[in-house]
């Protein structure tokens, strides 16, 4: 009986060959995006799980509450804190610590090379993090200083490939020797904590990080099984008495620590000082729909056309119920030929993942491989697309079809094709609405992204080169030798030098900071800059005078505006002073000017109280170029960087590029919403086309004798296209408030965002009108335009 309902599927395949091509590119546009989407929520939802023991590793988080500040949450704690877990609590199995030794320069013999994700670690980190070693001992790799264990890639980067790493060393700027005694495999992408070398942290100093004030550190710990984290978060609360209330009581600060699975810190962190871009749960809820409703729109298609068609297998099913075949049967086959459209189609979608999948990796920033399609999950997944693909799809029609009345069917009274109009509106309706809502949040979604790259931030980011010279060694007069030279080339408009530029760089401190009622401690953010920083990225003075050179230097700063409101310093805000808390010499940093307030930090952040103080040499040198020939004037300033840095490599950023990269990850997303949203109008459209060719042809003959008696084509197009145009109407009606609410969520995330507009609305609804209009203008004038006799002949 299979292979007779297989074969009649097939039959039914080659009889109606339009219709079943379009169901089948329908489902197969949404079956293969669907699938990358999937591969994307996976891959998100993968983070930190490789590892063996993941589900007892937490990160230490720091918990700081200023008085009348808003609560931080930092992902780093104090360097103690690791050996105070291990010996004060039992729960801890390890505890291990990473010291960030930011971008490294490594030699080897004549070749120097920068490193990103260099740091210092704990003997025991690879008892916490079980790496796959392909040289080494994972146990002792890192028991003695000066050693380290490099992932594959950085062994090859330094040491070329097919050869042996163990014993080979390195030498940094300041030329200590580091012997390799471990390969390890890279850490996979899907890891909240890349780290690309490890340094043994016992190179460093005995008494370094010897204080529970500094907070810098990424600290990790094993915990026993069967362990709750909520407990034992609980359990560190009089940590705070026995370490820190004797720095931080004095300033009213209180702190706590948490202990967060690392298997949730990818998608649900909420700390600042996060290693690596973070991914977002709102995302997943987002991308999981996206990818339901690409399917459910295919699947509505499908509904569509074969209830729409159902007059044309009025009498096939009359003769089979005639003959014998009872409802289940019937069922049965109008469910098999759902599902074999959806199995063809699926044969292309894999042919079609195969395709794009490179070019879906590089808008999402992924590393998915196509191999992934063939593991047991996707695989199982794959099934029940198919499975839910058919069942959906081809569920209504079956037992629709399957319920006909054989005497009538017989008699002939579905010749004019009987099918349920009002069904088949609501599912046109409900398709537009998911179109147009998603073209509404992809509108929208624009427009905040490009007003967070456009909005001016108080300075000028563009043409601002900026380069590192790395102070692994006193390199303070080349930084000023390079400065003077920078002012002689023609293309340098302005050159400085500081700690930290926006967007990164940014020291957190405490102060204390005179007011009214005497001196407040409060955290401040902070920057070391010198005399022309204000100049090159072009802040803008508010009041008083900028920095004039050397004799600033431990006597005066710089504020920005938010700092004089938040201490009420008002018109009196120059000459109002600053101390480091604890200070007892009398020094002060005084006020000699306030800077109009810029964004110090992405638009994700408002602006924040700041300091500016002062020094001649940071390892930060920043050039403000002028327009016309850039790239002769980088080969200058790159020569001039060779003669001065003999040791350093010439490296270098662009700071509009730097500060936009804050946003990549919302770039990323917005990019593959837009693009998937633009495949669900595709879907809409096949559906829309297929649907509306069929409903001009079951309206032919009226067509045609309205033509014969004297109607024009214009009178003719309102006979189709008035029901569509309604449809649509019904449909901003859905679409609208539900749109409207999930925008107006989102963009609360942001501090500084544009607001939502009705142009998103308005633009979207006529998209949806106009496509609809244009697809049945073109199928009633072909209509209206056929001979007349051709389909009256019969009558």
Known sequence: MFKNLLLVALRNFRKDKWYSLI???????GITFGMFLIFYIKDELSFDKFYPNADRIYRINSIIKEADRDTMRWAIAPFPAGPALASDYPEVEEAVRFVGSGRTMFKNGATKLYEEKVFF???????????KFIEGNP???LQEPNTLVLSKSSAIKFFGNNQRYLGKTLENINGKVYKVTGVM????RNSHFLFNVLVSRKTLPADFGNNWGSFDFYTYVLLKPGTSAAAFTHKMKPMYDKYLASIFEQYNIKIRFEAQPITTIHLHSTTVNEPEELGSMSYIYIFSAVAFFMLLIACINYMNLTTARSARRAKEIGIRKVTGSNKSQLVMQFLIESTLTAFFALLISIGLIAIFLPLFNNIAGKHISFLTLFRPDTILILLGVVLFVGIVGGSYPAFYLSKFNPISVLKGSLSKGSSNVNLRRSLVVLQFSIS??????TWVVYKQLNYLRSKDLGFDKDKVMNASAIID???????????NEMRKNPGVQSVSSSYGIPGGGISFNLFSVETKNGFTDKGVDVYSVDEDYVKTLGIKMAKGRNFSGIADTLHSILVNEKLVKEFGWGEEALGKRVKYPGDTSGNYLEVIGVVKDFNQKSLYNEIAPLILVYTRN???IQMKLSGGNIPGTV???EKTWKNTFPDIPFQYTFLDQDFDSQYAADQKRGKIFTVFSVLTILITCLGLLGLIAFTTEQRQKEISIRKVLGASVGEIIPLVSRNFVFLVGLSCIIAFPVAGYFMTKWLKIFPYNTGLSVSPFILSALVVLLITLMTTIFHTVRAALSNPVESLRSE
């Open 23 to 29: 169901n089948i590119l329908g489902l197969t546009i």
């Open 473 to 483: 060694r006193d390199i303070r007069s080349a930084v000023i030798s390079f400065k």
């Open 436 to 441: 147009m809502i998603m073209l509404i949040c």
């Open 121 to 131: 670690a704990d003997s025991n980190v690879f008892k916490v993090f079980q790496c």
């Open 139 to 141: 146990k002792t790799a």
């Open 185 to 188: 495999e890279d850490v996979p």
């Open 618 to 620: 940071g390892n930060l």
């Open 635 to 637: 080969a200058g300033i």
